[in-house]
């Protein structure tokens, strides 16, 4: 099975702290030495990074079609091996049903955490598609969360563009399947990051039952050498095991189903 260790040359949006960064810095670090290309919007994280040996790229992903079209070519131009992409961009606000909105944010989140991420798969595809028929497995590793299976209704709008993007996730996945393109999609539960710095006293709360960054990183890294399909750790693990196990296979007969009816 195809794994990250077979990866020559990753790009990490949304390296620049937490889950991202831990992850570059490891990925970095595997004996093959794959390349390791990171994204944030703060050079002075990025400039840290490249003392490293990592590449990066001051990209602020949460904008137009447009600019992620223009992004995705440049990248795909400057590194034509490109064969893995990891989805760690996020934001989290707190929302919820029956209080107003900030519709700035709102949008934003969405652009943010679901269609900036929909949006460069699909533009990232035919390039995808080319290494893979050549022999290279290729790989899309978004990263969902817990909250995608089971919301968090102080954060409801966040929970909604993390389970958008666990649903999309499903589709990609078996509509990939047999092309040598794959999809790991990373479910962190609680852990430890700069997600959570929207206030002092959150920080506080949240830190007594998040999972260390170090350990999650270290744990998700294995998984992702083991080529596993789906990471959930922890609480994730017990939203996903009792909520998700085997909707997969309904997808893929449901997929398999229409295809059929449409050939005959
Ligand atoms: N930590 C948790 O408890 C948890 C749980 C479930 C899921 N997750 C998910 O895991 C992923 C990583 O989160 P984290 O916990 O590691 O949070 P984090 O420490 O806040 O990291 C978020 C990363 O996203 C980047 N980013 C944010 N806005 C961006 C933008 N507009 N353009 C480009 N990059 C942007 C940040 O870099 P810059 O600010 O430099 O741009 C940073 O590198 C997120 O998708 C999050 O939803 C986290």
Not at 97 to 126: A, G, K, M, Q
Request: proline fraction near 5%.
């Amino acid at each position: 099975m195809p794994t990250i260790d077979d990866s020559k040359c990753i790009l990490v949006i949304g390296a620049t702290s937490g889950i991202g960064r831990a992850l570059a810095q490891r990925i970095a670090k595997l004996p093959n030495k794959p390349q390791v290309i990171a994204v944030g919007r703060r050079q002075e994280r990025l400039d840290e990074l490249a003392t490293e040996g990592l590449e990066t790229i001051q990209f602020d992903v949460d904008t137009d079609t447009e600019s992620l079209k223009a992004f995705v070519e440049r990248t795909v131009v400057a590194y034509p091996k490109l064969d893995t992409i990891i989805f760690s961009a996020g934001v989290q606000y707190e929302s919820n049903p029956i209080t107003p909105l900030n519709f700035d944010r709102l949008r934003s989140e969405f652009n943010l955490n679901y269609l900036s991420v929909v949006t460069i798969i699909n533009l990232i595809v035919p390039h995808f598609s080319k290494l893979a028929a050549g022999g290279q497995p290729c790989f899309f590793i978004p990263i969902t969360s817990g909250l995608a299976i089971l919301p968090g209704a102080w954060v409801a709008n966040y929970c909604a563009t993390k389970a958008a993007l666990h649903n999309y996730t499903m589709s990609l996945r078996v509509q990939l399947e047999g092309q040598n393109i794959h999809v790991m999609e990373i479910i962190p539960p609680l852990v430890e990051s700069e997600l959570h710095e929207r206030s002092s006293a959150n920080v506080e709360r949240v830190s007594k039952v998040w999972i260390p960054l170090d350990k999650y990183a270290d744990e998700t890294l294995e998984a992702l050498q083991k080529g596993e399909a789906h990471i959930p750790t922890s609480m994730s693990k017990i939203a996903f095991d009792r909520h998700e196990e085997g909707k997969l296979d309904w997808v893929r007969q449901f997929l398999q189903q229409q295809k059929k009816s449409e050939s005959g």
